[in-house]
């Protein structure tokens, strides 16, 4: 059925818990700030806009979970 769209592959990588003591998880940003409309991110660093928009007020654990998740979205 050729309507559908395909699963989403899961990464099998664990996802951690960050270290209360980590150093700050900075930006991913490249400097090439243009959004792929199709998908829905970021040409350069691949976040959403809102992950972009909400990134200085995110938890240090939310910024890795951030950057984890775009481990995957690279492939």
């Known amino acids: ?33 243009q959004m792929d409309q199709e998908a829905g991110v ?3 660093c691949l976040r959403t806009l809102e992950e972009i928009a909400t990134w200085s007020r995110l938890s240090n654990q939310e910024r890795w979970d951030i950057v984890q998740s775009l481990r995957d979205r690279r492939q």
């Open 1 to 33: 059925m050729s309507d559908q769209q395909p699963a989403k592959r899961r990464s099998r990588r664990p996802r951690k818990t960050l270290p209360a003591d980590a150093p700050e998880v900075v930006s991913p940003c490249v400097s090439v700030c």
């Open 42 to 44: 970021c040409k350069g």
